[in-house]
């Protein structure tokens, strides 16, 4: 299949940056960055081999070493994946142990454990099994970052501190409140069941096998991180991660296996955003913008491009 995007090629979208290649190849991920380093990763890798890829993905194990080997975190960044469950011969396959433990010997802390609450089960025949609602969220840090109070409380619960704690000790007994003024404060730390209700992978993103909903990456990203900082996402899939950085202030920094996925990706994003995708360097167009064309404007040959007529960062179509 031709595709526009061609191995190697890294697009600048706005304030993003995308790259077709592998994440466990240094040279992609090193030309990615440019010498920047994530505050964030958050990711929903191959969940084993569960779906079909354009490229099958061999053994998982050692994909995961060689992605997360690679990671380019700042030392305070934060490392959220995403992984699904996966059944095999009438057996749970936990299949992502391994890996954690892995993760351990590298360095990274495995610091939290979260579920993703995807909304009610659907209809079906789930041999035997309750109907799938949930999905794993593996927290890795090396250091400690406070998530941010991202979600508001009931008004009727932000009062002055009378009484005693709701945690309780080891005898049962309620603890003392180590921090009276929480009580006051408008927001709260989120929970650590998400819950995001499953895409029905509406337009563009219905073209790529296991797309995440935006609503999923933005409460990891508004949570463990602030805006303007960077986001690295090594499993860019359908672009989701990208958008959700989009939405919130932040640049997202990703790679992609696939030419078509990133072609995919691309159309996505700017139909969604309104941003404009280019080829860093050369700084060519992946399509010709809508608006050029709205305004009839002569167009200018690929070859003939230069810095100066590359289209503006934020271009709503
Ligand atoms: C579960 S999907 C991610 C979907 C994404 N969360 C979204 O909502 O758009 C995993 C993606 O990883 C890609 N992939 C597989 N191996 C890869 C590799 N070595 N480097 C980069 N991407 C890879 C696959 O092509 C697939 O698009």
Redesign the pocket.
Known sequence: MMTITRPGDLWVIGPHRLIC????DPVIVANLMGGERADLCI?????LHQ?N???P?GDWNL?MQR?FALLPMCHEGQVLVNLGNVHRNGEVQTYWLDWLEWMRTQGWRFFGQYVWDKGAGLPGDWNGRLAPSYEHLFHFNRTTRKPNKTKAKRPGSIAYYTGKGMLRNPDGSKGKVSNKAAFLATHKVPDDVIRVRRDTAPGL?RN?P???PVGLPMEIITAYSDPGQIIYE????????IIAAQRTGRRCYA????PE?CDN?IRRIQQVTGLVAVLDQSFEWFEVPNWLELMNLPLVEREECTNDNAPPDHVVI
């Open positions: 290649g592998s994440s466990a990711s929903s890798p191959p969940y779906r890829y354009l490229t993905i994909l992605s993103a790529h296991a797309v995440f090594p499993f860019a899939g359908a672009g989701t991660t790679v992609e296996l696939q996925y990706a």
